[in-house]
C-alpha cells in the first residue's frame, strides 16, 4: 500500500533507510557518539547526505540501565526535533519512545512518525499519533516491560504471535484514528525474543510482509547477530546485511539502521532479484 509517513507519501515500491541517532550518554553501538546535541545534528546532515529518508531520534537506551523519567526524556528529545525540523522540512522525523506524553511533545515540535519499539506499553500513543495525523510504528515484544530483557521467554509459535499482536495493535490504532496508511508493524528483533526466535522471524518474514502491513526491520548490530557469528558490537556489519537481505528478498518495507550506503546498496540488490525493482542501469549486452 502507499505509505504515508507525516507529510511524506512513498509509493509500494518504495524501500526506506531509517538512520538512527541516538540521543543518550550510552547507547549500545555507538557509546554516546551523538550524546552531544551538534554531534547528534551532524549526524543527521551525514545520514541525509546518505540518502536516508527517516531519522529516528531516540532518548533512552532500550537496555536496562538508569532511571529516565519522561521530563528528561523530553528534555533530551524535544529541542533537537525542533531543530531539524527547521533545518530538513521534507525528513521525515521519527522519535523512538513508548510513552504517551514524550509523544505529545515531539509531534507538537514537529516529528511525523512515532516508532513504539515497546510494542503499545502505554495505549494512549496510539492516540496521540492520531490526534497529531502522525504515522506509529506497532511491534511485538512479547509483553516485557520496556527496558528490560527476556528471560527464557517462549512461545508456541513466535511468528504467530508476532503477527497477531502486531496487527492487533495497528487495527487499534485505525480503531482510534490513526491512518491506516500511516501504521507499520515491526517483528523487533531482540526485543521480548531469544536468538533463536530473532532467526526464525526473520526467516519467516514474508508471512509477516503477506498481512498487507508494510513491515519495518531493525537489525542493525543486533545480539541475535553478534551471538550467530560470535562477533562484539562493531563487528556486526556483514551479518547485518545477510540479515538485511533476507528481510528484503521478503519484501520488508524501511529499515532502521547504522550504516546507511550499505544497507541500501543490499536492499536494493536484493529487490531488484525479487523484481520488485529495475537495475538502474542496463546496457550490458545490450548497447
Same mark, same amino acid.
Given at each position: 500500500?502507499?505509505?504515508?509517513?507525516? &507529510?511524506?507519501?512513498?509509493?509500494?515500491?518504495?524501500?526506506?533507510?531509517?538512520?538512527?541517532?541516538?540521543?543518550?550518554?550510552?547507547?549500545?553501538?555507538?557509546? $554516546?557518539?551523538?550524546?552531544?546535541?551538534?554531534?547528534?545534528?551532524?549526524?543527521?546532515?551525514?545520514?541525509?547526505? %546518505? =540518502?536516508?529518508?527517516?531519522?529516528? @531520534? =531516540?532518548?533512552?537506551?532500550?537496555?536496562? $540501565?538508569?532511571?529516565?523519567? /519522561?521530563? %528528561?526524556?523530553? &528534555?533530551?528529545?524535544?529541542?533537537?526535533?525542533?531543530?531539524? &525540523?527547521?533545518?530538513?522540512?521534507?525528513?521525515?522525523?521519527?522519535?523512538?519512545?513508548?510513552?504517551?506524553?514524550? =509523544? *505529545?511533545?515531539?509531534?507538537?515540535? $514537529?516529528?511525523?512518525? !512515532?516508532?513504539?519499539?515497546?510494542?503499545?506499553?502505554?495505549?494512549?500513543?496510539?492516540?496521540?499519533?492520531? %490526534?497529531?495525523?502522525?504515522?506509529?510504528?506497532?511491534?511485538?515484544?512479547? =509483553?516485557?516491560?520496556?527496558?528490560? &530483557?527476556?528471560?527464557?521467554?517462549?512461545?508456541?509459535?513466535?511468528?504467530?504471535?508476532?503477527?497477531?499482536?502486531?496487527?492487533?495493535?495497528?487495527?487499534?490504532?485505525?480503531?482510534?484514528?490513526?491512518?491506516?496508511?500511516?501504521?507499520?508493524?515491526?517483528?523487533?528483533?531482540?526485543? $521480548?525474543?531469544?536468538?533463536?526466535?530473532?532467526?526464525?522471524?526473520?526467516?519467516?518474514?514474508? %508471512?509477516?510482509?503477506?498481512?498487507?502491513?508494510?513491515? !519495518?526491520?531493525?537489525?542493525?548490530?543486533?545480539?541475535?547477530?553478534?551471538?550467530?557469528?560470535?562477533?562484539?558490537?562493531?563487528?556486526?556489519?556483514?551479518?547485518?546485511?545477510?540479515?538485511?537481505?533476507?528481510?528484503?528478498?521478503?519484501?520488508?518495507?524501511?529499515?532502521?539502521?547504522?550504516?546507511?550506503?550499505?544497507?541500501?546498496?543490499?536492499?536494493?540488490?536484493?529487490?531488484? @532479484? /525479487?523484481? *520488485?525493482?529495475?537495475?538502474? *542501469?542496463? @546496457?550490458?549486452?545490450?548497447?
Amino acid at each position: 500500500m502507499t505509505l504515508r509517513l507525516g &507529510r511524506q507519501e512513498f509509493a509500494d515500491d518504495a524501500t526506506l533507510m531509517m538512520a538512527i541517532v541516538n540521543r543518550t550518554p550510552d547507547s549500545f553501538f555507538d557509546k $554516546g557518539a551523538t550524546w552531544a546535541e551538534d554531534s547528534a545534528f551532524d549526524r543527521v546532515q551525514q545520514v541525509v547526505d %546518505e =540518502g536516508a529518508e527517516i531519522v529516528d @531520534i =531516540g532518548g533512552i537506551k532500550a537496555a536496562p $540501565g538508569s532511571e529516565i523519567d /519522561a521530563d %528528561e526524556e523530553k &528534555r533530551r528529545v524535544v529541542g533537537f526535533v525542533e531543530r531539524v &525540523r527547521g533545518a530538513f522540512p521534507d525528513l521525515v522525523i521519527s522519535v523512538d519512545t513508548w510513552r504517551s506524553e514524550v =509523544g *505529545r511533545a515531539v509531534c507538537q515540535a $514537529g516529528a511525523d512518525l !512515532l516508532n513504539d519499539a515497546w510494542g503499545g506499553a502505554d495505549p494512549r500513543l496510539a492516540e496521540v499519533a492520531a %490526534e497529531f495525523d502522525a504515522a506509529l510504528v506497532c511491534t511485538h515484544t512479547g =509483553g516485557i516491560t520496556p527496558r528490560t &530483557r527476556p528471560h527464557r521467554i517462549e512461545y508456541q509459535d513466535v511468528m504467530a504471535d508476532a503477527i497477531g499482536s502486531t496487527v492487533a495493535q495497528a487495527e487499534r490504532a485505525v480503531a482510534v484514528g490513526v491512518a491506516r496508511e500511516s501504521v507499520v508493524i515491526d517483528p523487533a528483533h531482540d526485543f $521480548g525474543k531469544n536468538t533463536f526466535h530473532s532467526l526464525e522471524v526473520t526467516r519467516r518474514l514474508d %508471512e509477516m510482509v503477506a498481512t498487507g502491513w508494510p513491515v !519495518l526491520v531493525s537489525l542493525s548490530n543486533k545480539d541475535f547477530v553478534g551471538e550467530t557469528l560470535d562477533r562484539p558490537v562493531g563487528e556486526r556489519l556483514l551479518g547485518t546485511l545477510a540479515a538485511t537481505a533476507v528481510a528484503a528478498t521478503a519484501g520488508a518495507r524501511i529499515y532502521r539502521v547504522h550504516q546507511v550506503p550499505e544497507t541500501r546498496q543490499v536492499v536494493d540488490m536484493a529487490w531488484t @532479484i /525479487a523484481g *520488485r525493482r529495475p537495475p538502474a *542501469r542496463a @546496457i550490458r549486452g545490450l548497447a
